[in-house]
């Protein structure tokens, strides 16, 4: 989304307490805030707990002035009579959320066209379970040290402890004593136990622990990117550079600047949960570990998190996009680290791309944003070449390092024997790196063994009983299962359609089968799978990497985990066993999407001083995102994809917003449909696609039909859906959902 859509933002200064009434906002599924009556003075921002029906429910006093563009905002909420007004039961002893935050969950029920209170849901997902608990440190005494005989041990924890109160935990860690002898030194009287300032146990990274010597491109680049800091005011930077240039360590002097002049920084990754070496490089950069925030993290550490944002103390928060909605006191940067990833967009409930709302949430905190990739969204590519972003370049991989070889494999040619999938050319090539001592790995963007199960005498095929979709085997678990709903049933002896035995055939590979396969090939070779089932937690992630690092591995077999921006110095060979895997469906961004993941794996090879290469497997060689992997020359294909684009106004030329129906039977959906597409807007500028049915027509058990609104750039898709929904009601099991950008097409 282009940062000229927002306007100048108003303040709303003004204290709630109106006439004795506040507007609040629940977090559930209404047009806005509900008015109470309050006897007590509040603030906007201040959580409450008001009735609701016969329950008690918590909200967030909120705005009466909204900060949403009037075009955008949602229609306001008629007032209620005085008469039945009722009261704010209390106030709650927490943090309030700030105005910015405020704004924020305006801005993104605004734009996504989702209800406030459902993106005020997410933003209170843990605040207000809170008890507010004081959690006890340790702080010195009065006492004269020379009445207590002091050993090493003690005198070190004396040594970690400063003027603000110290938990067990920090101390034990800075002292390297024992939780015991910090018992026992209490119980000489020089210490004793104090309430810790919230955020206490958040170390301070320390802007110049360890900087590296950059070279001149990185550090013309860093020098772009730190004055940017130093402006304090919104703008946003695209960093792009191949695979291995030192992205990271030249945004790291962003964030260095940023530290300096005291304000919080917020980064986002696309899979947090799987950014160990991230967060290890960081440690080395700046000393200690940034904090966190993502789905796994439990609920202490969550919580003690959300304080430590909101009081400032926690200066680098590393997250997931729902980081986007933690309290920022001061955020002086953001940085959306490998900006292409469609993993950025939430899908389910509020449906929001984490990287526009950075830019949003950038721009309500005046502060600067920085995009980074090496393979830029067309988004992003298309805002910096209208002058909208600012563009940084590295040319070339830090310490000489050349960008690997990329070899097209054509199948049509010199393809596997029946059977098989890796071709003789890539069973030489992994051999040969693997004689040499070095790491070689295996692409294939499919987990399980087999995508289909297909009976050889009367051609059934195992089918999901809730979705149109196949069930994939998956054979280690003995099973064959959804990847959409979950539905799972063991692999039956005979076909479920004739009745036959032993007549059920795998088709096409997984990566398991392609493990199966490399077994064989390579006997002697140290083989590592990289799924999302063979790698359940962080820390088996992390294992994995060791292993990987530490050379006890000679071959990574991995599905897209293996994607990821991984420096992993010994590997010099990147197979790919299924280049065209992403070309099919028809999808919008198909093309860009499989350019982007391909390029990122291959980016693997190569890294330090052994120069590394590629081998892409296609029955498609010629295809335009093959020649661009092959050439390096993505310039030339950003050129085809735009001039395929535009002329149709798809985005980034245009605008889209999607529409699913759903409903429990066909008929429901089909009918709801019909009537949408009745009264579907009629207008220059603007075209609707549909109704159809989904690709996946049944998910779940439901029968989905989609439309498309297409409009051209200067037309805002918000007030025209707004506008068309509001002829029509889904009635029974029918819904509507809206998703506003869509990237799913499915
Ligand atoms: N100036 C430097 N001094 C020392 N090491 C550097 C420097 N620049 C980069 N490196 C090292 O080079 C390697 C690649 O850098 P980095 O991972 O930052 O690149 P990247 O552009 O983010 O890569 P990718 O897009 O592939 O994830 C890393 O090990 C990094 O520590
Ligand atoms: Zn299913």
Redesign the pocket.
């Known amino acids: 989304m282009a940062p000229e859509s927002l306007s100048p933002q108003k303040q709303s200064a003004e204290t709630s307490t109106h006439d004795g009434r506040v507007p609040v906002l629940l977090p559930l599924p209404f047009a806005g805030a509900f008015e109470y009556r309050s006897a007590i003075a509040l603030q906007p921002g201040d959580i409450v707990a008001v009735p609701l029906g016969r329950k008690d429910i918590f909200g967030c006093v909120w705005d009466r002035e909204s900060t949403v563009p009037a075009y955008m905002a949602p229609p306001p909420v008629p007032p209620v009579d005085e008469r039945r007004l009722k009261a704010v039961i209390r106030r709650l002893e927490v943090s309030p959320l700030p105005q910015e935050l405020r704004h924020f969950i305006e801005w993104v029920a605004a734009y996504t066209l989702n209800p406030p209170g459902l993106v005020l849901a997410t933003a209170l997902k843990q605040h207000t379970q809170l008890p507010p608990k004081a959690v006890l440190g340790w702080v010195r005494t009065e006492k004269p040290l020379d009445d207590v005989r002091l050993t090493p041990a003690r005198q070190s924890v004396l040594q970690a402890l400063g003027d603000e109160p110290k938990s067990s935990a920090f101390l034990a860690h800075e002292s390297g004593a024992s939780t015991a002898v910090i018992r026992g030194l209490a119980g000489t009287g020089l210490i004793k136990e104090a309430p810790l300032l919230v955020g206490a146990s958040f170390a301070q990274p320390q802007p110049d622990y360890a900087q590296?010597?950059?070279?001149e491109e990185?550090e013309d680049v860093a020098q772009g990117l730190r004055s940017m800091v130093a402006a304090e005011r919104f703008a946003v930077a695209l960093l792009e550079?191949v695979?291995?240039?030192?992205?990271?360590?030249v945004y790291f002097e962003a964030v260095a600047a940023c530290l300096r002049r005291g304000q919080q920084v917020l980064v986002l990754l696309p899979e947090i949960a799987l950014s160990t070496q991230w967060t290890e490089?960081f440690r080395r950069r700046f000393g200690v570990e940034p904090a966190l925030w993502h789905s796994d993290l439990g609920q202490k550490r969550r919580r003690e998190t959300w304080f430590a944002v909101a009081d400032g103390s926690a200066k680098v928060i590393v997250g997931a996009r729902s980081a986007l909605f933690l309290p920022f006191e001061t955020i002086g940067l953001i940085i959306v680290d490998e900006e292409h990833e469609t993993s950025f967009k939430q899908e389910e409930g509020v449906t929001y791309h984490g990287r526009d709302m950075a830019v949003v949430r950038g721009r309500l905190a005046k502060a600067p944003v920085i995009l980074v990739s090496?393979t830029p969204s067309l988004e992003t590519l298309a805002n910096a070449d209208a002058g909208r972003y600012q563009h940084f370049l590295?040319t070339s991989r830090?310490?000489g390092a050349r960008l690997p070889d990329v070899t097209l494999l054509d199948l049509r040619e010199d393809g596997p024997a029946r059977g098989q999938f890796l071709a003789p050319r890539l069973c030489a090539a992994v051999k040969e790196t693997l004689a040499a001592g070095e790491q070689a790995m295996l692409f294939l963007n499919r987990r399980g063994y087999a995508p289909l199960t297909l009976c050889r005498t009367c051609g059934h095929r195992m089918q999901c009983p809730n979705c149109t979709t196949w069930l994939v085997e998956h054979r280690n678990r003995g099973i064959l299962t959804c990847h959409h709903c979950g539905h799972t049933e063991g692999i039956p002896k005979a076909c479920p359609e004739c009745d036959q035995e032993e007549t059920l055939v795998p088709i096409g590979p997984g990566i398991e089968r392609v493990t199966e396969e490399a077994r064989e090939c390579f006997p002697e070779a140290r083989i590592l799978v990289m799924s999302s089932d063979t790698l359940g937690s962080a820390a088996a992630t992390a294992e994995a990497v060791r292993q990987i690092t530490d050379g006890e591995v000679d071959l990574i077999i991995g599905t897209q985990i293996v994607a990821k921006?991984w420096?992993f110095p010994r590997l010099t060979l990147v197979g790919v066993v299924d280049s065209d895997l992403g070309l099919g469906g028809g999808d919008l961004r198909a093309a860009e999407r499989t350019v982007q993941l391909l390029h990122q794996v291959a980016?693997r090879a190569g890294?330090a001083e052994r120069p590394g290469r590629v081998m892409l497997q296609s029955y498609v060689t010629e295809h335009p995102v093959m020649e661009a992997l092959a050439s390096h020359d993505f310039e030339a294909f950003i050129e085809q994809e735009t001039a395929q684009r535009k002329p149709g106004f798809w985005p980034p030329y245009g605008r889209l917003a999607a529409l699913i129906i759903s409903a429990d039977s066909a008929d429901v959906a089909d009918s709801l449909a019909a009537e949408i597409a009745r009264v579907a807007p009629v207008q220059d500028g603007i075209q609707v696609l549909g109704p159809a049915p989904a690709p996946l027509s049944v998910l779940r058990g439901r029968h989905r039909r989609r439309l498309l609104l297409k409009t051209v750039r200067g037309l805002a898709v918000q007030p025209i859906v707004r506008d068309w929904l509001s002829h029509v009601k889904a009635k029974g099991s029918a819904r509507i959902d809206v998703d506003v950008d869509p990237i799913s097409f499915l």
């Open positions: 590296p010597a950059l070279s990185q550079g695979t291995g240039s030192g992205k990271t360590e490089r090496a590295l830090h310490g921006g420096h980016g890294r």
